[in-house]
């Protein structure tokens, strides 16, 4: 009876959390709609920007042109007074005037328009990742209502057995990775929005270069190369982040290797690797949880302990994996946060705990004040290979 009770006191939680998450996704919604209209926006602003400067640079190299004929007739009038009349010699003089006039104009306006287009640039990539975020946070409100807005009731009788346990959270796991790569290859296989204005550029570059302004053309290129690097770099952060392609084809510890020396390189990480035993391929749904657990684990050190060292240990024997993961951080007080049961900490605590159990492994946890924070991972072996 008493623990009849207790879960009708948790629905009864869960269904007010529900109403409060329903009331606010409308609100996300609308403010994901409106990033995305301003981000339209803004790219029609830069194309047309970007047509008038065309326009522009194709005028100020026809006013040259004119000016320089102007500037030869002038001087040809100007040698020879019998041949040509007062008036002739002043018309020459007015028009060579008026379009050196026109041509200071329009290349002012040219410099302007440039300076426009580079700010409307950075302000379309900002544009753009208020658009991630905010379509990512709307994904995460329909994710946690999918599984909040489960009957809780017919939820634990589902999961009596430990064996049902097992199937319904592989499937969770498995549909989730699906989801991962199936993100990553749209990423990988069309950033065309990322490259269009590296288009634009390099249309821009072709008309300098045919309009013989060589130094104009080093700078756009070297601006070009500069947008090239840094939407390529992202684009891999990303992919990788999602869903590393070296854990389906090389496997969990280069996988590993990988991520920590990028860590480090991009972000100054100070982690170590240290790997024991002989290197195989275990099954993918194990590779998958300990690479997230291991994820998770820096994730964590980066956001929350301010850590001076973190070290992550492998160790594969024929019996055995185990997994620890060390750092010298601040640390917090475990009981503390899983009597809580709410926010994030607590949730990803309990995600890893879940994901290893899962998998038959054992994760156990230390951590206090002051003192970082070890998590020791371990499962047979028997169970993870092929």
Do not use: W
Not at 53 to 61: A, C
């Amino acid at each position: 009876l008493e623990e009849s009770l207790d879960i009708s006191l948790l629905d009864s939680i869960i269904k007010d959390t529900l109403k409060s998450i329903e009331s606010s996704k409308s609100n996300l919604f609308d403010i994901a709609e409106t990033s995305k209209n301003m981000y339209k926006k803004m790219q029609e602003d830069l194309d047309k920007v970007n047509s008038e400067v065309k326009r522009v640079i194709d005028h100020v190299d026809r006013l040259d042109h004119n000016y320089k004929k102007a500037r030869v007739r002038l001087m040809d009038v100007s040698k020879d007074f019998s041949k040509y009349s007062e008036t002739e010699i002043k018309n020459s003089y007015h028009k060579a005037q008026e379009i050196q006039v026109q041509l200071a104009v329009e290349r002012e306006r040219e410099v302007n328009l440039r300076g426009k287009r580079d700010e409307l640039t950075r302000s379309l990539v900002k544009a753009g990742e208020m658009v991630n975020k905010a379509e990512d946070l709307v994904s995460k409100v329909d994710i946690a209502l999918t599984f909040l807005s489960g009957n809780l009731n017919a939820f634990s009788s589902q999961m009596e057995s430990m064996q049902q346990k097992q199937l319904i959270g592989a499937q969770v796991i498995l549909a989730q990775e699906e989801e991962r790569k199936r993100v990553a290859r749209e990423i990988h296989d069309g950033p065309a929005q990322a490259m269009a204005n590296v288009v634009l550029r390099a249309e821009l570059c072709e008309k300098l270069f045919l309009a013989g302004r060589s130094n104009d053309v080093t700078k756009e290129l070297g601006s070009l190369k500069e947008i090239v690097k840094d939407s390529l770099k992202e684009v891999r952060r990303i992919i990788f982040n999602l869903r590393p392609m070296t854990l389906d084809d090389l496997g969990l510890i280069p996988t590993i290797k990988r991520y920590i020396e990028e860590l480090k390189t991009r972000e100054g990480f100070v982690a170590t690797f240290e790997f024991r035993g002989e290197e195989k391929r275990l099954k993918n749904i194990y590779e998958v949880a300990l690479f997230r657990l291991i994820q998770e684990s820096l994730n964590n050190c980066k956001k929350y302990a301010q850590a001076q060292q973190i070290t992550v240990k492998i160790e594969l024997t024929s019996e055995d994996i185990n997994v620890q993961i060390t750092d010298d951080g601040q640390g917090f007080d475990l009981q503390k946060i899983m009597e809580s049961k709410a926010g994030k900490a607590s949730f990803g605590l309990l995600s890893m705990k879940e994901r290893m159990k899962l998998i038959n492994g054992n994760l156990e946890m230390e951590s206090a004040p002051g003192q970082g924070t070890k998590i020791r991972v371990h499962f047979p072996m028997k169970e993870a290979i092929d």
